[in-house]
């Protein structure tokens, strides 16, 4: 039964058509959305919406919700709906008229965004810390420090090392968190009392739900809170971006360093795949599923851009599909960050390939410097030197 | 077992994450691979690599998995791998020896493109056979043909009608016709014997598998069946995208007409969706999500083009992420042409709200000639009919 | 002077703000607009809205400003508004009330597609003949046919070709020329007579204009003709990108085949640049470039989608900014095709280099076959060899 | 003459072909250049590259050339390959010996870098004083207060206001000043020392340049001094693009609400442009700009994204386009957060026409949650109202 239910069905196919496959990543939500539940419902206790006694029910309810979703009997269903759907109609059948009031003073627009910021505050901190394992495992990789080219224009330019290369990914990674901590802070906001978007008759006491679930302020204007979610989801995932064009870039080197000809790095064949028809392969799949994922979480963007553009205020369907773009981002960037750590700690560096490419060009701008320090003008050093290495 | 077997395990999670989701995706694909590998059975038994009886042997065994999986019997699951790898595991589980002998000439790049091209054709064909469907069903509903004002700017600018506003859509969905019967005419090519990319050191008999597949071309160079397929799935997303903006304006046009200010039109309640907290609401989610879906669709185009970009010759496995692109693309435009048609057909128009719209200013333009026909130079009688209006 | 002069001034902030760049835009298309411009007169003529003289003094009014603006004498500029503008306002100056009537039967909305449309097909034809050069480039350097590894997933595969190399580059732009003569088909229908998108009171002639213009053939719904526009523009700038994928992968390749490390191919160091600080410096720059302009032609993609997108039915003024992305589109790709032949033409192959690369597991595959040609099974013969390989 | 010349010259066409637009670009950075040039001279100075009278040599020729910049006169050709080549060659001519000094010690890498990050800065800083305008003209804008219906799914939804609706949007510009916020940070940071990303044989004593530009700190790795430029120019424009999804929402809005149809706002007619037919049209074009313009910053996102997506370490060509994208965006959202300011301060709102709008049915929410006071459950109540309002 639809939260709108009104005495009609619903054209079966029209249900298909707009749910499509949102309930298979709500199945993900039951548990944030079960917890966001039980801190409205205490405020509903709160402003005497609920008895004492009915709000502790209906918060069991929920855990017990909670529990039967990890066990894997709380199963979403395109004809549900949502989870939203499911879980108040799960409660009505439980707890009978008890149930029926738990969706006093919200929407499914202002309920949606709490169970989203919950999940989001959740994933995106935990793709913090894994991203601070990475820097440790690189940090620890870096400490032998083999000599190497440093490349521009894919060519050899000036001589690098294995610490500064170690080093860059390190650097970058401290910038995307600083992407990802924004990303906390828009998700850190308590939307409960902002309603469809254009909150309620009477002051709702949205601190009380605020408090329960651990968000660092409340919403202040409820419109905003209702058009931000799109926007917020963009930051989001344009966050994991960063993160996945460090990582590209992480790929893109090793596949270059990995090929017969480069010969810097390899991986042992246990993270490799072979061919179905070349017996000699050892193909860096993991390399390239990691490079590409940059181009996944990319998508993504284009995709809650696509979506939310050129649409008036408040809430319009259409944006339901930034939730499979929000998440699907969030668990690719969480699946990559987690490889990395493995790559990192299984890379195998051969510094005599390193060496043998370090070729006298190479030190071509140390001469220019030398040169300088003996009085040229830099320009001159440079002209000098170049006819030295011209073929 | 991995086609690539060599007697060491991949890495548990080196596999989920180069896998993914991608196994999901080739549960659609097990008929078609099975269809192209009984093209392919048949050119090895043409070639003398199979017996006539290995060879049947191996249809029949191919034949049986099809009927499987339409009962829902032969599931891919992530550790799989993909669909070619759990099909040559089954047959030669059940023809023994037999099996061993189908992969010979061909690599699982030229399998998975001729499986993809096979279902590429069906699935475009039946997009355009939905098109002519829905093309029928305007051209039904225009023969009321209601005078309506036809808007620029989203302002009321010169008088038109539902018929010429339905003929518009006709007329737009001929011309995306063209654009999918390109992207068939790219899938109606065998890349059997392309092997990995690079073919294999004698002729290989590709006319008969063509001919088994019902292919009009076979390709001519290996490299470029290879590197032509994130090509040509571009091309196919591409095709989509037009069909999806047609209806993208179809379904914008009718959100505003379907607005209680301008009252347009309206469709049945069985196909709106209500509110979880305001019991008037009447709302048109599946044209929200026919709109959407056209960012859906260029969202794909954007995977398709950022996986894919940048990379040398030859497969990688990035362009693994194409296949579920190209999939989601044909789905989500498959059920936005068969929902525009339902919408076409329980479309109820307000007449008498479209005449209201038709203000005096309007005609404006027609005034302009009517000063012309009389002698008048064309921006002169511009400039005094702009006075007339001029408030 | 705007051609919707009204007696006020529009505010000179939103003039500029309107107007953007893109009159830069315009001045390109001053030649097609007047070309297009003489159809209409000569239709206006036909209808009897001009006299013979007035028709005739306009059309040479028309050639005359086309000269002017070779000589770099009619420019256009933020004020003008647009060329439409200015050249209206530029036939009233020179030819009194003559010049007023040019405007009847037309609105700016089928004019600037009118413009578009001739554009888009002198310019487009022009790439197809640069394709086929570079195709001829292409044959006549693959000629020499120097053995060289094959690659997958950056890998050493199977043995391929200096001529299997080009020749997949022959063979896809031979497709890409396909997807642009759709984009030419599409722009080879005349708008004329759809006005602002909802035609005129009785039937104008097109058929005479479109005969001036050598249209195939003519709009059917004028609305369509309006609605059209960017999706034709985002037709022909997906066959665009198509080709600059083509030169992406031919320039990816040659940027790894240019390394110190493989050595493959190298280009007069008259198309490289140097560096500002490394002597030795040697870069591909040219290749980068290439690689990169598919990048700016799937912006452009993305522009033309993304301003309209979610629009309703007839002329925004969003679509403006179609203009810019589809001539950069084509001035991009035009620019790449053309240096492609120069850098075919100058690429010196190292067949010893590519010799050396040819590894003895290179002929891994080939050793497969021979077993399964001596009777083993595929399967047991791959992984036979797997062993000798293994490291 | 380029930094890089070595005694031949470059082809011509690939001259052009590199260079593109880029120039014009480079136009817009002299002065910047110039700027941290003088910090760069500063820093030679106290390491004893260059003597006190030539290091205030060099700074005086630097501000010379900035005020002929600014009269116009120190031009960027296409044949100039860049600013920083013109600005070199331009004070060799003018202080002989002195001025081939100049480039010891960095490349044009970091140098563009550093007159990229000044560039950044004080743009980024100029539009977060633009928004802080916006949202106090849109504070003085929401005194007035009146009444209107809130839309979700654009179906009258329930009651909201102006000061609602302005709120949302002086909101939401508050959290896009965040993401502002960042992207300042990141380009508080001194380059300068990081060379062509792999530094020097020798410490660079860069914080002598830091102090003099004004940075809060320096790089600390230089390979990811480089690397990052592409990333901290996509962040800089995914915060751009925050705020131009804010004034989309805010254009649809009013595009939406200045229809006939709806009538609750209008502008000035000198805000408003015409039709070159139709003499009774005031169109939205100011608005229709600022709605398509987060689609111009979206594609170029996109094309930062794509011309540096898969590429390995160390500075590639392909990145030049990005130069474009960023200041493309800056120029963009600057205008549009100027113009909306002008948009808020002229927008006349129709109170009497939203207060039509404020039809019963807008209030079925609120009697549901007066049923709830006397008693009822919400879901209840909710059916009960439902009936009522069901046509």
């Known amino acids: 039964m639809k939260l709108w239910e009104k005495g009609y069905s619903l054209d079966k196919e029209a249900e298909a058509f707009t749910a499509g496959k949102d309930y298979l990543y709500d199945q993900k939500l039951v548990e944030y959305d079960c917890i966001a539940s039980i801190g409205h ?26 529990s039967l979703e990890k066990k894997g009997k709380f199963n979403i269903t395109q004809s549900d709906e949502d989870c939203h759907t499911k879980i108040e109609a799960h409660l009505t059948k439980k707890l009978g008229q008890t149930g029926k009031k738990i969706h006093a003073l919200r929407s499914r627009n202002d309920q949606v965004i709490a169970a989203l910021n919950l999940y989001s505050k959740a994933k995106l901190n935990q793709i913090l810390a894994e991203i601070n394992s990475l820097q440790k495992a690189m940090k620890k990789a870096d ?139 050892k193909n860096y799949d993991v390399l390239e599923i990691m490079r590409s994922n940059s181009g996944i979480v990319f998508a993504n963007y284009s995709k809650i851009f696509a979506v939310s553009n050129n649409l008036p205020s408040g809430y319009n369907r259409d944006v339901q599909h930034t939730k499979a773009a929000l998440m699907d981002s969030i668990e690719t960037t969480l699946a990559s960050v987690k490889m990395a750590q493995k790559i990192v700690k299984n890379l ?44």
């Not at 205490?42 to 502790?56: H, I, P, Q, R, S």
């Not at 510094?351 to 300088?372: F, Q």
Request: charged fraction near 25%.
């Open 41 to 66: 419902a205490k405020m509903l206790g709160e402003m005497g919406y609920l008895t004492k006694k009915e709000c502790k029910a209906i918060c069991a309810g929920l855990k017990k919700i909670i």
């Open 143 to 281: 400490s032998k420090n083999f000599p190497m080219p440093g490349y521009t224009h894919m060519q050899r330019a000036m001589p690098s090392s294995t610490k500064m290369w170690f080093g860059s990914f390190i650097e970058m990674l401290k910038k995307d968190s600083k992407a990802i901590a924004l990303a906390i802070e828009f998700n850190d906001e308590n939307p409960l009392g902002s309603g469809a978007g254009y909150g309620f008759p009477f002051k709702v006491k949205n601190h009380v739900s605020a408090k329960q679930l651990g968000f660092k302020a409340t919403h202040t204007n409820a419109l905003a809170a209702q058009n931000f979610r799109a926007k917020k989801e963009l930051s989001a995932v344009h966050a994991l971006l960063e993160v996945m064009l460090t990582l590209n870039k992480f790929a893109s080197d090793l596949m270059l360093f990995t090929t017969a000809e480069f010969g810097f790095f390899e991986l042992p064949k246990e993270l490799c795949t072979g061919s179905s028809i070349m017996p000699q392969k």
């Open 348 to 391: 195998k560096a051969n510094p005599e390939n390193m060496k043998r490419a370090l070729t006298p060009e190479v030190y071509a701008a140390e001469e220019v410097l030398k040169l300088v320090s003996k009085g040229e003008t830099f320009r001159d050093a440079y002209r000098k030197t170049a006819k030295k290495f011209s073929k």
